[in-house]
């Protein structure tokens, strides 16, 4: 089991930033230590999508609504992901979920969310 544990979001301004960051813990090495770790966005009612994404090996992917302007990172040491987002706008505003993938095992676990609201 991987436990995803988030923090960062909160309420700011359009144009603003804002950092998330997700932490995993749990038997990752026993699962693999090929993984995929990214962040997805939910607002109600909609499906949750694709925000960035990126491998331990280094490839990333980007949604094209935020390319540009968010920058996905990660310290494979301290097992963590990192969202930076700059130029925040406000149909940014969502639940923020992080998310950890293992593709040779099809093993995947969430995050709890945490809100990022950006106002005018």
């Known amino acids: 089991q991987v436990h995803l544990v988030e923090s960062g979001g909160g309420l700011v301004q359009a144009g603003g930033s804002l950092r998330l960051s997700c932490a995993a813990s749990?038997?990752?090495?026993?699962?693999?230590?090929?993984?995929?770790m990214g962040w997805y966005r939910q607002a109600p009612g909609k499906q949750r999508e694709l925000v960035a994404r990126?491998?331990?090996?280094?490839?990333?992917n980007y949604a094209d609504s935020v390319k540009g302007r968010f920058t996905i990172s990660r310290d494979n040491a301290k097992n963590t992901v990192y969202l930076q987002m700059n130029n925040l706008k406000l149909e940014d505003t969502n639940i923020y979920y992080c998310?950890?993938?293992?593709?040779?095992?099809?093993?995947?676990?969430w995050g709890q969310g945490t809100q990022v609201t950006v106002s005018s």
């Open positions: 998310n950890f993938y293992v593709p040779r095992v099809d093993y995947t676990s």
């Open positions: 749990g038997s990752i090495s026993s699962i693999s230590s090929i993984n995929v």
């Open positions: 990126i491998t331990s090996g280094g490839d990333i």
